[in-house]
């Protein structure tokens, strides 16, 4: 399984941008997604976005639909999450995962994950 490592996560105000990035080490064998979840305290893991790793289409919740969007730099072996207009909902801790079943959003479906980075998003 590949190992995967979160950073770029911080503390921010409300309607300003992070980037995450998600390293990947060892080799992708037979990965068919890779996806960003995010958790709140309190609050069960959310699905955030996917990559459906063939074709590189994403797709995202409607929480964040027209404001996150994920990317992969294939050569530095990194998948990306861009956060832009950041809400006080969007605080939580994100993870990114790699399934060898799906690219959709059921976190039970992936294999791999990051240890995860924090993001708060302050008014």
């Known amino acids: 399984q590949p190992q995967l490592v979160e950073s770029g996560g911080g503390s921010v105000q409300v309607g300003d941008s992070l980037k995450l990035s998600c390293t990947i080490s060892g080799r992708l064998f037979s990965t068919l997604g890779m996806a960003w979840f995010r958790q709140a305290p309190g609050k069960e893991r959310e699905f955030v976005g996917s990559m459906y790793w063939l074709t590189g289409s994403t797709y995202y919740a409607d929480s964040v639909k027209g404001r996150f969007t994920i990317s992969r730099d294939n050569d530095k072996k990194t998948l990306y999450l861009q956060m832009n207009n950041l809400q006080l909902e969007d605080t939580g801790v994100y993870y990114c995962?790699?399934?060898?079943?799906?690219?959709?959003?059921?976190?039970?479906?992936?294999?791999?994950w990051g240890q995860g980075t924090q993001v708060t998003v302050f008014s």
């Open positions: 995962a790699e399934s060898r079943l799906t690219y959709q959003s059921n976190a039970d479906e992936y294999d791999s």
